[in-house]
């Protein structure tokens, strides 16, 4: 059962195996079978295989005819009949001696010492995992290692295992490509969002399962190889294959024209050195297509009730800012944060710091202030706005939140204008969190889900989604994108970011959609923008310095528009970068 069902290769290859193990009996009785069943056998070279299972099949007779042979007369014993005397050759019929050849001894040969070390652990443990029951078993069990360890990689055995992964043809054959030619070494220049990542887990999952990793492999993954200089490219070959590109001088006389260090000469030349190391898959090879996405921002103008409440949330904040500005920043970011989902997410955290005395001999007052002002009603501007939204469409919608103080208080306001809905998060178990997808699926039309909001299920059949808070990181919001914009959307994707105006997530919403249009690119080039601005800064760090730096209303609009004209030159480097690969690898490097 754990081998799996033999396939019509796998008994041509048993009966050779017994053959060599000189299973005379046993090799007879399977070629036998073989031949009965050899009409619906699926095979190569049919013809060919047949002949040669019939020729061991003879053999196989005529083996066990010799040894049934000897076993009835063994070496030394004597006939019971009496011998018949040879008759004396008389002297005219006596022939004369035979001269032999003379041959000269073959020189003796030295020995080559020759040492085998067996992974006993590993062996045994093999085998004892599988508990065999008998001869049988072994034999095929050593088959089955024998043919999973062939080196052809013909067939990817880890598939099976990643479970929580969805890979397509290219992917495979990528990595089917990596493992066979190139070694376990290679440069994946894939476009930005065709899943290099997945690619290389892929080819190391494989080494893994079967038990090759024994040496030192290496993947460099990167959608832009070249972004100033083809010395960048140099350096990556050679680290990857030392020694093939030959030295640097020698790269920058063969393959770098004076004046343009990103022009080479010689390219096809340079083509085929690369194409030893090199993938670079694009999106019409790949043959994805996946509808356009549009977002829309819903700006909600705060009520006084509301106001008030910020405001004194932003004084506690600066506050604790100010006199333990390195012990308290955790809390300060996360109520600026809840701030923008709900005051129900702030209540859930001040009444923690209640509970537990932190920082009470200092803001106990105000604390206690601010948790009374979280108490308001259901029906505020922007649930008011969200059920406008909800009653617009009859498509289903998932609205992501962060906090378990928003999922309880939409799913209060959900229940209270009746209208269906779902909810999903990280404290449902796996049987629970089935049942509401499959919910929201069939029957309910709202799903109200924390960030981990369908991680490895399939929520293509919904094109409708909410920000009802938005994460500071961009790579976050590009995350819940992509649970319902991906490979097997049919319609055109919808999102809804709500934002109170003036707030953190105005700012942010302003930078990332009105600066750079993050919401119409391509799956995968936020990331490579963000890369260029961070440095060991986070953008959401930058984001939350500048909140709580900022004296004033016009110092803070002026330091965001400077992070928003830095991740505008991020981009415009990006796209120069973008358009010198695709001039110098193009579609060359497919599969």
């Not at 955790?330 to 932190?358: C, F, H, W």
């Amino acid at each position: 059962e754990k081998i799996g069902q033999l396939t019509d290769d796998i008994q041509i290859d048993r009966v050779i195996l017994l053959l060599s193990h000189s299973k005379y009996e046993e090799c007879l009785a399977r070629a036998k079978q073989v031949l009965q069943n050899f009409p619906v056998l699926t095979i190569k070279n049919k013809r060919k295989t047949m002949t040669r299972i019939k020729d061991i099949k003879d053999y196989c007779h005529n083996m066990l005819v010799v040894e049934h042979s000897k076993k009835k007369n063994p070496a030394g014993k004597k006939n019971s009949l009496p011998e018949t005397p040879k008759p004396e050759a008389s002297d005219e019929n006596k022939q004369p001696p035979l001269t032999l050849p003379v041959v000269k001894p073959v020189p003796e040969i030295p020995g080559v010492p020759l040492t085998v070390h067996m992974d006993k652990p590993s062996f045994f443990k093999v085998l004892s995992d599988t508990e065999p029951t008998g001869p049988d078993e072994y034999e095929l069990l050593l088959l089955s290692h024998e043919i999973r360890f062939a080196e052809s990689f013909e067939n990817l055995i880890c598939l099976s295992s990643l479970t929580m992964i969805q890979s397509f043809w290219y992917q495979e054959e990528t990595a089917k490509k990596v493992l066979r030619q190139y070694r376990g070494r290679a440069l994946l220049s894939d476009e930005v969002g065709l899943g290099k990542t997945i690619e290389a887990l892929i080819i190391l999952s494989e080494y893994i399962k079967r038990g090759m990793v024994k040496k030192r492999f290496i993947l460099l993954l990167t959608a832009t190889p070249v972004e100033n200089n083809l010395m960048e490219l140099y350096n990556l070959i050679t680290l990857l294959k030392p020694g093939q590109l030959e030295t640097a001088t020698s790269f920058k006389e063969k393959f770098m024209k004076r004046g343009d260090p990103t022009d080479p000469q010689n390219r096809a030349i340079l083509r085929g050195l690369l194409s030893q190391v090199m993938i670079r898959n694009t999106r019409a090879l790949a043959g994805i297509h996946i509808p356009p996405r549009f977002a829309r921002t819903i700006r909600i103008e705060p009520t006084k009730a509301e106001t008030q409440f910020y405001e004194r949330l932003q004084t506690l904040i600066l506050s604790l800012n100010e006199q333990k500005p390195g012990k308290a920043r955790l809390i300060i970011r996360n109520l600026l944060a809840q701030a923008g989902s709900s005051p129900k997410a702030v209540e859930y955290t001040l009444t923690a710091m209640l509970e537990k005395q932190d920082y009470l001999s200092d803001h106990e007052q105000e604390i206690r202030a601010v948790k009374n002002l979280c108490r308001t009603t259901l029906d505020t501007p922007k649930n008011k706005a969200f059920l406008k939204l909800i009653q617009a469409t009859r498509d289903k919608i998932i609205v992501f939140v962060k906090y378990r103080g928003t999922v309880e208080h939409l799913a209060e306001f959900l229940e209270w204008n009746n209208i269906s809905f779902s909810l999903f998060h990280g404290s449902l178990n796996n049987l629970e969190k089935d049942a509401a997808i499959d919910a929201f699926k069939s029957r309910t039309k709202v799903l109200v889900t924390t960030e981990i909001g369908g991680e490895g299920r399939n929520m293509q059949f919904c094109s409708q989604m909410v920000n009802y808070d938005l994460p500071w990181n961009p790579m976050k919001i590009e995350q819940r994108i992509g649970r319902i914009h991906r490979i097997g959307q049919e319609k055109e994707v919808q999102i809804y970011n709500f934002c109170a105006a003036g707030s953190i997530e105005d700012y942010i919403l302003d930078i990332l959609d009105r600066k750079i249009n993050m919401f119409e690119m391509v799956i995968g080039e936020i990331d490579m923008i963000l890369g260029r601005i961070s440095g060991e800064k986070e953008f959401s760090d930058m984001v939350c310095d500048i909140w709580l730096n900022s004296k004033t209303t016009e110092e803070r609009d002026a330091s965001f528009a400077g992070l928003g004209a830095k991740l505008k030159r991020a981009k415009a480097g990006y796209e120069k970068t973008r358009e010198l690969d695709g001039k110098l690898f193009g579609d060359t490097y497919e599969l």
